[in-house]
């Protein structure tokens, strides 16, 4: 069966800190990956997504980078936090246009 | 979306009475429709999902009904337990060709004890 892992589940970083949050998947080839965020009590706003190795798709301009080394392997970075950076941020994957499944998600705090 | 900014609506329910979501979806093309459901603090996971050639699947406790003509989508829960209580979004995938799922705003439902 597949599973989704995203890593660490919070974090407190201080403003100005570069960021790196990881989610890796098994179980699956060649899937789409995602990176949502959301603000608390907000809907969800997708940020990025993958439909493969080195193939990133930017939905909102914004202060974050998402990077797919490996095939089922995406990751969340940003070279220096701002406060707005904030938030939940959900990492998910699905084959093609078909249901998401998502992580469980990291709380990120910037301070 | 242009919604994700803004607060939730908030729907509120008695503990064993039945509860409808409702969701209106923009993209007439859409062939898959899906109901999600977030606790607080977790990612949202998958309720129930219908596609187009269809206007009503049922589930446990759960019937998803589809309105092609007025681009409509509900989630009815039926006997709400406190479980119940979460964010539900509704998520439409915009066709064959589509790589990514759009997603509604979302709802709270409070099942008041």
């Known amino acids: 069966s597949q599973t989704i892992h995203q890593w660490p589940a919070t974090l407190v970083q201080p403003v100005g800190s570069p960021l790196s949050l990881e989610c890796t998947v098994e179980?699956?080839?060649?899937?789409?990956l995602y990176w949502y965020r959301q603000a608390a009590g907000r809907g969800l706003q997708l940020l990025f997504y993958s439909v493969g190795i080195g193939q990133i798709s930017s939905e909102v301009p914004q202060n974050l980078s998402a990077s797919r080394p490996q095939d089922r392997q995406f990751i969340l970075s940003s070279k220096k936090l701002l406060l707005s950076d904030s938030g939940f941020y959900l990492c998910?994957?699905?084959?093609?246009?078909?249901?998401?499944?998502f992580g469980q998600g990291t709380r990120l705090t910037v301070v | 979306g242009e919604n994700v900014g803004l607060h939730l609506p908030t729907l509120s329910v008695q503990e064993g009475d039945n509860s409808i979501i409702n969701c209106a979806y923009s993209n007439s093309a859409s062939d898959y429709f899906i109901w999600y459901k977030q606790e607080s603090g977790k990612g949202p996971q998958f309720i129930i999902d219908i596609r187009s050639n269809m206007d009503k699947r049922q589930g446990q406790r759960v019937t998803v009904l589809l309105n092609k003509t007025v681009k409509h989508l509900s989630l009815q829960i039926a006997a709400t337990q406190p479980g119940d209580s979460a964010v539900y979004f509704c998520a439409e995938s915009p066709g064959q060709g589509a790589q990514k799922l759009v997603f509604g705003q979302g709802t709270r439902l409070t099942i008041n004890p």
């Open positions: 179980g699956t080839s060649n899937p789409n």
């Open positions: 998910a994957w699905s084959e093609g246009h078909l249901e998401a499944f």
